[in-house]
């Protein structure tokens, strides 16, 4: 699990490699990444005030893709949400949670 903790307003960038098992990269050009960002834990996923999915990777065949929020995506949150990470392998294929945690936006001191 992991929390991260960012400033309302900013562009954010979550880098992700996906690995096998053994700790290799595996390729997942054909994999759709899923990001979902809900207020409440238990909120349904039609509640969620956020939901990306990615299906062009930065490097797909090293496992490597990211999940980008805006600053006027962040702008709209203040304090703190909880989001999930999950992954489908392909049409029909697997589906798999990777990661979740809380996600904090704080105030910004300034806006220019």
């Known amino acids: 699990m992991t929390n991260y903790t960012k400033y309302r307003g ?3 960038t ?8 053994d700790g290799e990269e595996i390729d997942i050009t ?6 979902t960002l809900k207020k409440n834990k238990f909120d349904s996923d039609a509640q969620a005030v956020l939901s990306k999915d990615v299906t062009v990777h930065t490097t797909p ?7 980008a929020l805006t600053g ?6 203040n304090g703190t ?10 049409v029909g ?3 798999k949670t990777v990661d979740s945690g ?3 936006f704080k105030e910004n001191i300034s806006v220019r």
């Open 61 to 67: 065949l090293e496992g490597e893709t990211q999940i």
């Open 93 to 95: 294929g697997t589906k």
């Open 10 to 12: 900013d562009d954010v």
């Open 81 to 90: 949400y909880y989001y999930d990470i999950s992954y489908l392998t392909g």
């Open 102 to 104: 809380a996600f904090t």
């Open 14 to 21: 979550l880098n992700l490699v996906f690995k096998d098992a």
């Open 72 to 77: 006027a995506q962040t702008e709209l949150f």
């Open 30 to 35: 054909l994999y759709t990444i899923y990001f």
